[in-house]
Structures are given as structure tokens and as C-alpha cells.
């Protein structure tokens, strides 16, 4: 099955500042790959997603990039604010209808 | 997002007991999913359904059933609890309209301690 795996496991940055969660992945024919957050004590939630035949996607203050070749996908958080501090979830579709989820990033913003 | 809800939210149980946590969705979304959540590894699938009657064994299926006569219910049961059993579980569905089993929207959890 697939095999994904999120690095750091946590990450500790000064508000302002960027922030990035990388994951790799398996199985190359693995098609969309999701982000989840989660703050302390809630569920998780998406917040960005990107198909295989996209290679960077934003959405305001986060972004995604892809890099199929290299089977790895990354999220970039910039001007860190302390509302960003939750643990982060990458996610990677490849044979079924469901996904597989890496082992988290606990991300501290420190004011 | 209340449209899918978990029950109990808290559940102590004992070991060797029968447990079943229930899901249930208000969207009518074909995709029903079960995780489980553990420190040091993420979110791990238990089992999910593409549609009523329809049920499938995801990584971790081992000691759990499930059940989905309904499309908008999904329950789970440990048929005989164990104490490895004790976790975090999220229910979650996903809508037909998205790529099957994509965008997923998850419940607010089930904290299981079994003693």
C-alpha cells in the first residue's frame, strides 16, 4: 500500500516568520494530495489540495508544491501568525478511494 | 460542520467488552470513512464504505466491524475491546460531487479509553 511519511514531526518558528512541512510518498500513481489542520482538541480540516498535474497551488498566506518526479509535496506557510499553531496532516490519494494520511507536524508560532 | 456527528463523544469501556461508536450524516454523501488517531501516527484508516451495503478493510480493520445499512449511518464496533484499542476516532464522509474520497469532512471525534 501507499506509504507516506511528513518531516518534521514538529516545528517551532517565530511569528513572521515561514514555515514548511515536507512529505514524500510511494506509489507514483498516486493523483491528489490534500492538507489537513488541526487545531488542539478539534478535527481535523482541509485547507489546501493540489492534483498531480499541478505542479504549485496558493491560497493567501499557504501554498503547495508538488514535485512528482521526486515523489514529494510540501507546505509553505509565510508571515506565521500564533493562529497558525495546530498540527498539520499531509494526505496522498493514490489506488482507491481513500486516502493515506503522513504521521503530523506539531507547529508551534511563537509570538 | 454539523452536518455529520459522532457519538459518545467520551467512551470508557473495559476490556473483552463489545463497543460500537456511531457516525452519523446528514449530507447524503456516497463515502463514509473510519480513523483512527494516535500520537506518532497520524490518521490511520480502519475501514470505509462507498455506499450503503458496500464496505471495504482499510490498514488497521483488525478487532473492529462495521455496518452500513443506511446511507447516512456508519457505525463502528470493537467486538471485543482491547486495550491497543484505546485512541481517538474520527468518523468522516465525503460528497459524490468531489473525486471519491477526497475532500474529507470529519466528525468531532470519539475519545475511546479502554482499561
Known amino acids: 500500500g501507499e506509504n507516506v511519511e511528513q518531516h518534521p514531526s514538529t516545528l517551532s518558528v517565530q511569528e513572521g516568520d515561514s514555515a514548511v512541512i515536507k512529505c514524500t510518498y510511494s506509489?507514483?500513481?498516486?493523483?491528489?494530495f490534500p492538507w489537513y489542520k488541526q487545531e488542539l482538541g478539534k478535527r481535523p480540516q482541509l485547507i489546501i489540495d493540489i492534483r498531480s498535474n499541478v505542479g504549485e497551488k496558493k491560497d493567501q498566506r499557504i501554498a503547495v508544491t508538488l514535485n512528482k518526479t521526486a515523489k514529494h509535496f510540501s507546505l509553505h506557510i509565510t508571515e506565521t501568525q500564533p493562529e497558525d499553531s495546530a498540527v498539520y496532516f499531509c494526505a496522498v490519494k493514490a489506488a482507491g478511494n481513500k486516502l493515506t494520511f503522513g504521521g503530523g507536524t506539531r507547529v508551534l508560532v511563537k509570538p | 460542520d454539523a452536518g455529520i456527528t459522532q457519538s459518545p463523544r467520551y467512551k470508557i469501556t473495559e476490556t473483552g467488552r463489545q463497543v460500537t461508536l456511531m457516525c452519523h450524516q446528514t449530507?447524503?454523501?456516497?463515502?463514509m470513512f473510519w480513523y483512527r488517531q494516535d500520537l506518532g501516527h497520524g490518521l490511520r484508516l480502519i475501514y470505509y464504505s462507498a455506499a450503503a451495503d458496500i464496505t471495504d478493510k482499510g490498514e488497521v480493520p483488525d478487532g473492529y466491524v462495521v455496518s452500513r445499512s443506511k446511507t447516512e449511518n456508519f457505525p463502528l464496533t470493537l467486538e471485543s475491546a482491547t486495550r491497543s484499542q484505546t485512541s481517538v476516532y474520527f468518523c468522516?464522509?465525503?460528497?459524490?460531487?468531489?473525486?471519491?474520497?477526497?475532500?474529507?469532512?470529519f466528525g468531532s471525534g470519539t475519545q475511546l479509553s479502554v482499561l
Open positions: 506509489d507514483s500513481a498516486s493523483n491528489y
Open positions: 468522516a464522509s465525503s460528497p459524490p460531487r468531489q473525486g471519491a474520497g477526497e475532500k474529507l469532512f
Open positions: 449530507w447524503s454523501h456516497s463515502y
